[in-house]
T-cell receptor, first 115, second 112 residues
Framework: GAGVSQSPSNKVTEKGKDVELRCDPI?????LYWYRQSLGQGLEFLIY????????KSGLPSDRFSAERTGGSVSTLTIQRTQQEDSAVYLC?????????????FGSGTQLSVL | AQSVTQLGSHVSVSEGALVLLRCNYS??????LFWYVQYPNQGLQLLLKYTTGATLVKGINGFEAEFKKSETSFHLTKPSAHMSDAAEYFC??????????FGTGTSLTVIP
């Protein structure tokens, strides 16, 4: 596609349920990033993929959070047993090679609301 | 770890006035510096970046920023604000690793 695509754009779930968030990066981009954006908190780094490997999982807030990437393309962020504090906008970004001087291309995000 | 501080979570300027959004960073190595803008209901998009070379960087929509190593700053400016500049602005820094560290953002309001 022309840009980074995220789905769903909005997700409302009940506390304790599992959710899956999807990110489809720009074709050919090898690096993929997940961030969480909360009000007044800026962007919180969650995880980074280079190809299908995740060399940096340091930002995942708990073992309820996991992510995978298949075929060097689509990535899924899974949150198990959701809690109200998981409510936030989850942003995905991709870059061509994963170099620190590269531009990140962001999707429009998934707004997650946990009731 | 790197950190980014954006002074002022909300900034208001009159249309036609100077825009100044402040960003300071902490880094033990020469950093790469970025400004991203987020318009309502849209993803973040790059305004400008500093990697090497000239310390005054020009970006899209008339914005520019100057890397000042002695002050560890990368403030964003625009000589004359336009209504369409109303958005959330994020400063970010990266180094030789693969993480990008973002500030908490500054919401810019332009008053007609």
């Amino acid at each position: 596609g022309a840009g980074v695509s995220q789905s769903p754009s909005n997700k409302v779930t009940e506390k304790g349920k599992d959710v899956e968030l999807r990110c489809d990066p720009i074709s050919g981009h090898t690096a993929l990033y997940w961030y969480r954006q909360s009000l007044g908190q800026g962007l919180e780094f969650l995880i980074y993929f280079q190809g299908n490997s995740a060399p940096d999982k340091s930002g995942l807030p708990s073992d309820r959070f996991s992510a995978e990437r298949t075929g060097g393309s689509v990535s899924t962020l899974t949150i198990q047993r959701t809690q109200q504090e998981d409510s936030a906008v989850y942003l995905c970004a991709s870059s061509l090679e994963g170099q620190p001087n590269e531009k990140l291309f962001f999707g429009s995000g998934t707004q997650l609301s946990v009731l | 770890a790197q950190s980014v501080t954006q002074l002022g979570s909300h900034v208001s300027v009159s249309e036609g006035a100077l825009v100044l959004l402040r960003c300071n960073y902490s880094s033990s190595v020469p950093p790469y510096l970025f400004w991203y803008v987020q318009y309502p209901n849209q993803g973040l998009q790059l305004l400008l970046k500093y990697t090497t070379g000239a310390t005054l960087v020009k970006g899209i929509n008339g914005f520019e920023a100057e890397f000042k190593k002695s002050e560890t700053s990368f403030h964003l400016t625009k000589p004359s604000a336009h209504m369409s500049d109303a958005a959330e602005y994020f400063c970010a820094v990266s180094d030789t690793g693969n993480q990008f560290y973002f500030g908490t953002g500054t919401s810019l309001t332009v008053i007609p």
